[in-house]
Structure formats: structure tokens, C-alpha cells
């Protein structure tokens, strides 16, 4: 599996494992831990996880899946802005590290801004990392505002990663997020890559690049997700069949053709545009 390299030199695989509705019965909970096993078998060894999907369960079940192989995964979990006070912060991530199964996170992320002072969040995630509790954070969701607003406070300089909305039919922080970002070696975890309820990997353009290489749709997907250097991604998928089409995906590369179709189809953006969430 390709790598990419964090500010302080940890590598993380170009493609990762999303968890947002497992372990809520969408699936058997057998079928769900097998996909993800899967996947690090494959080298998705980067599991994102949050106190937020299934109000716990869906850590609960990483702690199933990577029960036995800690030191293999990359383990990310986010705090709730709801959660994210000084006290908040450190009672939040006790609790996920509590239902993961684990005495340390290498990797905690605010999940989106809310209502408390980033300076505050900060100290919080500056003091967990102090304890080991957390090996390094980083925020999800910032526009380029938010990033310099993080910068400005005491230890904001210290995020490694901001994870945000980025596919094939969302490409706004092409024009200005991800440069701004490359300029500081901050990583950037593509989420929803799939475009997330489906539809986009029934477009014709992306079904005739996957036909030509041989691929399914979703991997196409990931390799333009995780085409520029300081961007990987984090599919979600159930299955174990799923997850072994998503991991083609790292390993493909887009021709030139392929990629001015996809242009083509999905223009890149040409001005600013505010970044999207789901
Ligand atoms: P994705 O773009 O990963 O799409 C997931 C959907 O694609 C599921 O319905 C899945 O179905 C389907 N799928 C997966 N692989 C394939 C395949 N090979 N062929 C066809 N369909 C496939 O959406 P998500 O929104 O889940 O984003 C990924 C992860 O990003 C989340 O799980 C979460 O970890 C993170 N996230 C973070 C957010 C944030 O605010 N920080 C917000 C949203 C997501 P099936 O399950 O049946 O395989």
C-alpha cells in the first residue's frame, strides 16, 4: 500500500477504513468486522472511527475487528464539538479509548467546530497528548478560515491533519484548502470519498474508466480521491467484497485521458467555494 507522511514523520496508508454506521445493524456484525479485517489485511490499516457514529458502537466494533493486532492499526478517533471543553475533551476520548479497547489514539480529531474557543479544545488535545493518551490530533471540517484561526491560537500549529469532504462531485478544496494545507505538510483525510449514499459511482464517465482498466467504479473513485500527495481517503464499506474493490483503488493509476474525462465530467472548481460537510 502506498504511504503518505505525516508532519512528524509517521506514515499512513493512501487508503483507510470508514466506520460511520457500523455496528448499528445494517449488516450482521460478522459480515462488518470481516470487511474490516479485510481491509487490513490489504493494508487499509488506518481505521477512522467516532464517539459519534452509533453513540459508541461503531468504536465498539473496531475494538472486535483489531482485537489481537493493535500495532498494526492507525487508530483515529473525534470528539464532539458538543464535548469539546477542556474537561469535555479529556472525559470524551477516556470514553472511546474505554470502548476501542486501548490505552492511546494515534490520532484524535476534533469533528467539526462548534460553540468552545479553539484555544480551549487545544490545551485539551495538547494535554492528552502530554498524557500519551493521544499520539497527535488534528481537526475535521476547517475551511482555510478555521485553519489560520488554528494557527493563530497557543499549540494550534501542532495539527497534523484536517479531514473534510472530498470526491469527484465536491473538488472545492482543490482551489484553495489543499494548497494552503501542502504549504504546511498538513495531511488531508479524504472522507465520503465514495461520494457516500452511492449515486456517484453510477456516473457513465466513471463506469467507462473502471470497464477499461478493469477495475470496479469505486476503485476509480479512490485513485482520483488519492491521486495528489497529501490527500488519502477513508472509504466505508460493509462488505469484505467491497473492501477488496476499494483497495484497487491505491494501486491504479489514472491515465491522462482518464483524468481529463473526469475533468470533463467534474470540472475542477475555478473559484472559492465555502467547504461542504455532510
Ligand atoms: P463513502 O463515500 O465511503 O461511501 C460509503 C457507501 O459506499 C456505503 O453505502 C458503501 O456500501 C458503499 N460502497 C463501499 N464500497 C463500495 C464498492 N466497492 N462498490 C459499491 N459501493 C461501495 O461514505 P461515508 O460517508 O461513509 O464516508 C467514509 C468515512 O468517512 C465514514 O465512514 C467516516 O468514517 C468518515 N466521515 C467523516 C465525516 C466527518 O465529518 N469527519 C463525515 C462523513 C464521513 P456498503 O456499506 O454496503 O459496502
Redesign the pocket.
Known sequence: MRTLRLKDGTAIPALG??????GEG??SRREEVA?LKTGIDAGMTLV???EM?GSGA?EELVAEAIAGRPDEVFL?S?VLPSNASRRGTVRACEESLKRLRTDRLDLY?L??RGGVPLAETVEALSLLAEEGKIARWGV??FDVDDMEELMSVPGGNACVVN???Y?LEERGPEFDLFPWQDERGIVT??????????A??EHPVLRQIAERHGV????V?LAFATARPGVM???????A??????AKGAAMELSGDDRAALDAAFPPPSRKRPLS??
Do not use: F
Open positions: 477504513l470508514g466506520t460511520w454506521m457500523m445494517r449488516r470487511a477512522d472511527t467516532a457514529y461503531s483515529v473525534k480529531l469533528h467539526w475535521s471540517n479531514q473534510v469532504l470526491n483525510m479524504a472522507y465520503s470519498p465514495l461520494g457516500h449514499d452511492g456517484l459511482l470496479s467504479p469505486a476503485a473513485a481517503a477513508i472509504p466505508k464499506a460493509g462488505s467484497a467491497h473492501v477488496e474493490e476499494n460537510m455532510i
